[in-house]
């Protein structure tokens, strides 16, 4: 198995440590660098280009969101990891429109963190359990419930089922074993679903399912 390599960004030694002390217990993920500040820890990934980047939001220097805003801009492939203790609605939609691919509360950090590499590094994303609702009640979409409803209801029960699968977070590979279908084909389905509830991206299609999945989850 690969090395996944990594960068922890935070201005606490302890917390690095702890982090550090759990990841280490994996064995093909290698720690390549450790930051104190945002604009090190952008330095730090331009230069060794790790696989995965785990940034405090508040970091001296650059916040985590504008070191992952500086990383999209760039074009760069290292997977953004935001460690967060805030509640701020409008910081969740900046993070996402800065290309952020996991949210992971700073509390739950140690528990959480192993399952949201792995999800990030299979082209997933990945919401601290107790992060989920305030994430998602700061990005509810104008569409009237009525609409919602509608657009749901005219979905086949295979869509249905795979928004379900969506809302679970799972990534493109593992809903492909679970459905015996190819990733591609999850690929053009995602598309065309989002197509259909008129939505713009992938991430609007994952806000939309965890938002709604009361309206499709039995199906």
């Keep these: 198995m690969a090395d996944i390599t990594i960068i922890i960004a935070d201005d606490h030694p302890l917390f690095r440590y702890g982090v550090r002390a759990e990841l280490e217990s994996i064995s093909n993920f290698k720690i390549i660098g450790e930051a104190g500040d945002g604009s090190e820890a952008l330095d730090l990934i331009n230069k060794h280009k790790p696989n995965v980047a785990i940034l405090d939001n508040q970091m001296p ?33 900046k993070a996402f ?3 952020v691919k996991a949210f992971v509360l700073k509390d739950d950090a140690v528990l ?12 997933g994303e990945f919401i601290s359990s107790n992060l989920t609702k305030i994430i998602l009640d700061g990005l509810k979409y104008d569409t009237g ?3 919602i409803i509608g657009l749901v209801n005219e979905l086949t029960p295979a869509e249905k089922n795979l928004l379900l699968l969506i809302s679970d977070l799972k990534t493109n590979d593992e809903i492909a074993d679970i459905l015996f279908i190819s990733k591609r084909t999850i690929e053009n389905h995602k598309v065309s679903l989002a197509k259909k509830l008129q939505l713009k991206s992938s991430k609007d299609l994952l806000r939309f ?11």
């Design 61 to 93: 220097k650059l916040t985590g969101i504008e070191v992952s805003k500086e990383l999209k801009k760039s074009g760069s492939d290292t997977k953004v990891i935001l460690l967060t203790m805030h509640n701020d609605k409008k910081t969740y939609q």
């Design 112 to 123: 959480d963190i192993v399952d949201a590499i792995n999800k990030v590094i299979s082209g």
């Design 209 to 219: 399912a965890i938002q709604n999945k009361e309206l499709f989850k039995e199906i």
């Design 145 to 147: 419930n009525d609409q």
């Design 97 to 99: 429109e800065a290309g």
